[in-house]
């Protein structure tokens, strides 16, 4: 095939074949729909993290000035429920795993393109249902929508945002259903299950939970909107309901949707310590397999989020064995990655430094889950700030980490352009620092009895919160500057070559960026997963001088 | 699996890699019409999943309370009409065999019988939905619908006739029965849709024996509603009928 010349002497890609609005709109190229996707959850990243800022800058002082007790109920609420529902399920899936899932088992696109636009539009509405329901009043009620509270009590817009969530969840369910076929139906000959890279694996986990868990909460929030419309009795106790009952069926969704959110960011993490250390992963099929054992397990531990709502003892202590039961294989990755480290061919550049700072801020994060995961000091910390600095460990420190070291990893193959890796370390850095600021005063805070979703607090845990509010600040910056460079290097970055960083791949054999249909001609592997002592035998050129090929 | 040899050929004119096997309802993103059908296949299986456990969460509810309110749920169950329940469920198991007929027809180009079996389909979908609403207007004059107007007095408990059901506790096995009836017929009505499409490809002779995925998919969607109602008839207006 001819590769005639873009616009601007370019190569034709997947950027420059088509222009115009309905080019994009209208697209069924797995890539494009990444990019769309991109768009729209950096977008709610953004709103999501507006909330946090007010929610932080009222925490700055004890008395409540910034805003009352309803206005704070609001913010919090809508920060949960668009981060959770808008931004972290969606985002590494959506965009990174849309973006790569074809090109790293060989095919040209998705098993269903059709099926991948319908999700984002169907996530596009979601959204636009949630700023309604945002910018008309909001919802008072936490992210988790606890009954009778949500259906008999509170007079927001409970019911608006749970079609909104129950639109976008329809979005999870056939990005996850899309994955698991074009997982088993279109890999390249020789793409063996034992050959997939761990992203692959990860993502067929996440996939997993997608499909069996969303549904549950799509008919849990279907019986929200019943009860509260109708003023039926299946949750409300006045009526004869079991509010238990919704405890059960939402955390059946939530829990799981915990690890939809982490799976995909160890994948990102696997494949980058492989890279920058210049090795195989060790124990390949461990790691694997841990993505597995952490979906099939991720659905049996929901129940630890309500040891102290009045369960059975014997049924918590079965929870609380299972909750510990889940950490196996979570360590079993941790300590995998670090033996991959061991005699490495380390770098240090910025993918690398985010996977770094997602080792050590997961492993506390997950360490912290076992002491909420023991039955004697959940007790003490539930519903404390402890319980919120454990989860932002794992799902801004985990998750979010991870997406941010993809991002760089990936993006000169997403955009054909290098960004300013001195930039993009510093960035890092701040983002660790900021994290640590903010996050990890709250694990004191909340084991010294601050308890969460408070809009006040005695004067004594002033000095902990400036710290806090200080560190989202630095944080905010963190975040602030990818998003600038990143756009500045989509203009004036130096051109990418095919394989800046020399991976192992299928996705790093394609030209940067990308063209339409991926590969030329459809890849027949025959070579291991990770095969980077067989790579860098071949090959004396330094990553870094290798020159740009021309396709 | 799904490693299929040759075709390696991928390039922008694919109608030539594909040579005299091409087909015009193979999309350009796969390899040969055989690892289509497995992917539709394996989608609308995975699909049919997440329908399970959508309505499984009903299936958990119900379970809970039908154990709390054992003999309230009995009292409720015996006011619905089972005659009409099971009239449906022969209606419906009727349209599952119509359902094949049709995708045995495609497969031996038989198009009468294709289109025939297609309408019978819709006929038997269209009967169920009446029979349904029959059944629901008995519910709303006896009151028996959730809400202000709901009334469940003085309805003894079939093994205690002495005793009343708690209106209360029959409300909840009501909305369930709404929700989940409720919740079935919009499938139903779903699956005409699907059929209805189904109907037009197969009157623009869109099937042949070589294809016909489309057919296949929608049958296994009209089953699984099927399904659904073999398991809430026996939940909802059985659970206390004694010879």
Known sequence: MATPSGPQGERENYLNKHYGVGSWLLTTDHKRIALLYLISITFFFFIGGFFALLIRLELLTPAGDLVQADSYNKLFTMHGMVMVFFFLIPSIPAVLGNFLVPMMIGARDLAFPRINLLSWYLYIIGGVMMMHCMLTGGVDTGWTFYTPFSTAFTNTKIVEA????????????????????????????????????????????????????????????????????????????????????????????????????????????????????????????????????????????????????????YAALIFSLL????????????????????????????????????????????????????????????????????????????????????????????????????????????????????FFPQFILGYVGMPRRYYQYPQEFQVLNVLSTAGATVLGVG??????????????????????????????????????????????????????????????IRPDEEAPSVG | MSDSPAVAIHGEAHGEAHGAAHNPALLHHFAEPQQQRDAAS???????????????????AYLIYRRWYFEDFGAASKSINATLGATNTAV??????TVVLAIWAAQTSRRALLIGSLVLTMLFGVAFLGIKGVEYKEKFEEHHVPGASFSFDRVPIPRHPDQYANPQHAQIFFSLYFIMTGLHALHM??????????????????????????????????????????????????????P
């Open chain 1, 162 to 313: 749970g079609l909104a969530i129950f639109v976008a969840g329809f979005s999870s369910i056939l990005t996850g259903l899309n994955f698991v076929v074009t997982i088993h139906r279109m890999r390249a000959p020789g793409m063996t299950w034992s050959r997939l890279p761990l992203f692959i694996w990860a993502h067929y986990a996440t996939s997993i939970i997608q499909i069996l868990g969303t549904p549950v909460i799509a008919i849990t929030i279907v019986l929200v909107a019943v009860e509260r419309t109708l003023h039926l009795g299946i949750f409300d106790p006045k009526l004869g309901g079991d509010p238990l009952l919704f405890q059960h069926l939402f955390w059946f969704y939530s829990h799981p949707a915990v690890y939809i959110m982490i799976l995909p960011s160890m994948g990102i993490v696997s494949e980058i310590i492989a890279c920058f250390s210049r090795k195989r992963i060790f124990g390949y099929s461990f790691v694997a397999l841990s993505s597995i054992a952490i979906a099939v397990f991720g659905f049996l531990v929901w129940a630890h989020h309500m040891f102290v709502a009045g369960i059975s003892v």
């Open chain 1, 323 to 438: 909750s510990y039961a889940v950490a196996v294989p979570s360590a079993v990755k941790v300590f995998n990655w670090t033996a991959t480290l061991y005699k490495g061919s380390i770098r240090y550049d910025a993918p690398m430094l985010y996977a770094f700072g997602f080792l050590g801020l997961f492993t506390i994060g997950g360490l912290t889950g076992l002491f909420l995961a023991c039955l004697g000091i959940d007790v003490h910390v539930t519903d404390t700030y402890f319980v919120v600095a454990h989860f932002h460990y794992i799902m801004v420190g985990g998750a979010l980490m991870g997406y941010l070291g993809g991002m760089h990893f990936w993006w000169p193959k997403i955009s054909g352009r290098l960004y300013p890796e001195g930039w993009a370390r510093l960035a890092a850095l701040i983002v660790f620092i900021g994290f640590n600021l903010t």
């Open chain 1, 479 to 540: 975040y602030l500057l990818p998003m600038i460079y990143f756009l500045w290097s989509m203009r004036y970055g130096k051109p990418a070559p095919d394989n800046p960083w020399n991976a192992a791949g299928l996705e790093w054999k394609t030209p940067s960026p990308p063209t339409t249909f991926n590969f030329e001609e459809e890849p027949v592997v025959t070579w291991e997963a990770y095969n980077y002592e067989e790579i860098d035998a071949h090959s004396d």
């Open chain 2, 42 to 60: 394996l989608g609308m299986w995975i699909f049919l999943a997440t329908e399970v456990m959508f309505f499984g969460g009903l299936f958990c």
């Open chain 2, 92 to 97: 419906l198991i009727c349209s599952s065999l």
């Open chain 2, 189 to 242: 009505i779903i699956g005409l849709g699907i059929f209805t499409w189904l109907l037009i490809m197969a009157w623009k002779g869109r099937f042949t024996p070589e294809y016909y995925t489309p057919l296949e998919m929608g049958g296994l969607y009209w089953h699984f509603v099927d399904i659904v109602w073999i398991y809430l008839f026996p939940l909802l207006y059985l659970i206390d009928r004694h």
